[in-house]
């Protein structure tokens, strides 16, 4: 590989989307050195599931232009559905072969939840740097050369299930955000003299956390108001049925300057996930803003305590919740504490040149490196039956050679 670029190939179900997943693999597609990267990003529509409703978010055009804008390499394939009824959530009506060879790659990068999954089931020889933006099973296939967790704690997660820990690399959304005064939605949304809190979401139910609005209506007031950008419908029947008077729903986006836009319009990122976190980029673009971040403990994923460290609060139950907001509204050398300790925790963790530069370092490590621990790698992809005939060979092997052994050992004493 001296002086020639690393081919990488970025694989993702609904790649150019806008949600947290696809926006970490985006980001780095688009700003790896291009004098040391050749980069193509394989992605395909959102599709229906088979055997669950669930929506995966579609293709948004502004993650495209953002892509377009940045040199990379696009090419898009089909699937016709995603059948989560079989083990590796098999693609259906793909023609993702016909545009994909590993052989044309010395990486491949994707980002999943860690259980083995279809395409990668099928490529075999090629290194493949996973992700994991969840905790949901455990690949130590061979050639996995790598598996980078968003914290500390997602990485012990993982090996407790099984996973390699040799394999693990800590690393951070690498996150870009122009600094310069932005926009705020203040005055179109008659919001000049409130103190505002909100969060912005995915337009999925099934991540709908009650906390955070249950918290703000119980220290509502006129001069306070909660700005929702995207989020399932439930936050407008839940706002509904608690008679919350200031509360304003805007459309998702994935376009970052209408995502600044509603951040620069906040006091507060009151964030709330029925299934936690494991790193949130939306919490990083808060910190990047100096948002104090109040969030609270989920029983699936809990990521984000590590990550929003001292710039916020992450709490037990609505009480703590309505009490952390309160404070915050109310004393304002607090509020200035967890304002620049966001700041700061930003720059620590999030800002994009340092991170990219780690990014660059993993892949130049897998090209050296690809498969450290053979003998384990080997190991730790075979099933239980494949393992047992492996032990039952070198069990053969020790006893029929041992006394190769004891005559070596006589040799060496003479």
Same mark, same amino acid.
């Given at each position: 590989?001296?002086?020639? &670029?690393? +081919?990488? @190939?970025?694989?993702? !179900?609904?790649?150019? %989307? *806008?949600?947290?997943?696809?926006?970490?693999?985006? =980001?780095?597609?688009?700003?790896?050195? &291009?004098? +040391?990267? @050749?980069?193509?990003? !394989?992605?395909?529509? %959102? *599709?229906?599931?088979?055997?669950?409703?669930?929506? =995966?978010?579609?293709?948004?055009?502004?993650?495209?232009?953002?892509?377009?804008?940045?040199?990379?390499?696009?090419?898009?394939?089909?699937?016709?559905?995603?059948?989560?009824?079989?083990?590796?959530?098999?693609?259906?009506?793909?023609?993702?072969?016909?545009?994909?060879?590993?052989?044309?790659?010395?990486?491949?990068?994707?980002?999943?939840?860690?259980?083995?999954?279809?395409?990668?089931?099928?490529?075999?020889?090629?290194?493949?740097?996973?992700?994991?933006?969840?905790?949901?099973?455990?690949?130590?296939?061979?050639?996995?050369?790598?598996?980078?967790?968003?914290?500390?704690?997602?990485?012990?997660?993982?090996?407790?299930?099984?996973?390699?820990?040799?394999?693990?690399?800590?690393?951070?959304?690498?996150?870009?955000?122009?600094?310069?005064?932005?926009?705020?939605?203040?005055?179109?949304?008659?919001?000049?003299?409130?103190?505002?809190?909100?969060?912005?979401?995915?337009?999925?139910?099934?991540?709908?956390?009650?906390?955070?609005?249950?918290?703000?209506?119980?220290?509502?007031?006129?001069?306070?108001?909660?700005?929702?950008?995207?989020?399932?419908?439930?936050?407008?029947?839940?706002?509904?049925?608690?008679?919350?008077?200031?509360?304003?729903?805007?459309?998702?986006?994935?376009?970052l300057e209408k995502v600044c836009e509603f951040l620069a319009t906040l006091n507060v990122y009151a964030h709330g996930r029925r299934d936690g976190e494991v790193n949130s980029q939306s919490m990083a673009e808060a910190m990047f803003f100096g948002l104090p971040i109040v969030s609270h403990y989920s029983a699936i994923n809990n990521g984000h305590v590590e990550c929003i460290g001292q710039a916020g609060l992450v709490v037990e139950n609505v009480e703590q919740y309505a009490d952390e907001l309160k404070k915050l509204q109310a004393d304002k050398n607090y509020y200035n504490y967890r304002s620049e300790q966001a700041k700061k925790r930003f720059l620590e963790k999030y800002e994009q040149?340092?991170?990219?530069?780690?990014?660059?370092?993993?892949?130049?490590?897998?090209?050296?490196?690809?498969?450290?621990?053979?003998?384990?790698?080997?190991?730790?992809?075979?099933?239980?039956?494949?393992?047992?005939?492996?032990?039952?060979?070198?069990?053969?092997?020790?006893?029929?050679?041992?006394?190769?052994?004891?005559?070596?050992?006589?040799?060496?004493?003479?």
């Amino acid at each position: 590989m001296v002086n020639q &670029k690393i +081919r990488i @190939a970025f694989v993702k !179900f609904s790649g150019m %989307a *806008a949600g947290g997943s696809e926006k970490f693999i985006q =980001v780095i597609a688009a700003n790896l050195p &291009k004098d +040391r990267f @050749a980069v193509d990003f !394989f992605y395909c529509d %959102a *599709a229906p599931y088979i055997g669950e409703a669930y929506k =995966v978010m579609d293709t948004d055009p502004a993650r495209i232009k953002y892509m377009q804008e940045h040199g990379v390499r696009l090419i898009k394939f089909r699937v016709k559905a995603k059948d989560i009824t079989t083990p590796f959530h098999t693609w259906v009506g793909t023609d993702f072969w016909q545009h994909f060879k590993e052989e044309n790659y010395d990486i491949i990068q994707t980002a999943r939840s860690g259980h083995k999954e279809y395409p990668f089931t099928k490529i075999k020889r090629t290194p493949i740097v996973d992700s994991l933006h969840l905790s949901a099973g455990v690949d130590n296939k061979y050639n996995i050369s790598r598996v980078m967790h968003l914290c500390q704690w997602s990485a012990d997660q993982w090996v407790a299930k099984g996973g390699d820990k040799s394999r693990v690399v800590i690393v951070s959304h690498p996150i870009s955000i122009a600094n310069k005064a932005y926009n705020n939605l203040r005055q179109q949304l008659g919001l000049q003299n409130k103190f505002v809190f909100g969060f912005h979401q995915r337009p999925h139910d099934s991540i709908f956390s009650p906390l955070p609005l249950a918290a703000y209506k119980k220290i509502e007031t006129e001069q306070t108001a909660f700005v929702l950008l995207g989020g399932g419908e439930s936050y407008k029947q839940q706002a509904k049925d608690l008679g919350l008077s200031n509360i304003h729903f805007l459309p998702p986006s994935g376009e970052l300057e209408k995502v600044c836009e509603f951040l620069a319009t906040l006091n507060v990122y009151a964030h709330g996930r029925r299934d936690g976190e494991v790193n949130s980029q939306s919490m990083a673009e808060a910190m990047f803003f100096g948002l104090p971040i109040v969030s609270h403990y989920s029983a699936i994923n809990n990521g984000h305590v590590e990550c929003i460290g001292q710039a916020g609060l992450v709490v037990e139950n609505v009480e703590q919740y309505a009490d952390e907001l309160k404070k915050l509204q109310a004393d304002k050398n607090y509020y200035n504490y967890r304002s620049e300790q966001a700041k700061k925790r930003f720059l620590e963790k999030y800002e994009q040149d340092g991170q990219i530069k780690h990014f660059t370092q993993i892949y130049e490590d897998v090209v050296l490196n690809p498969f450290p621990n053979k003998v384990k790698r080997i190991l730790s992809s075979l099933n239980y039956t494949q393992n047992l005939r492996v032990g039952l060979i070198w069990l053969y092997l020790f006893f029929k050679y041992r006394w190769h052994m004891d005559l070596l050992k006589i040799f060496r004493n003479t």
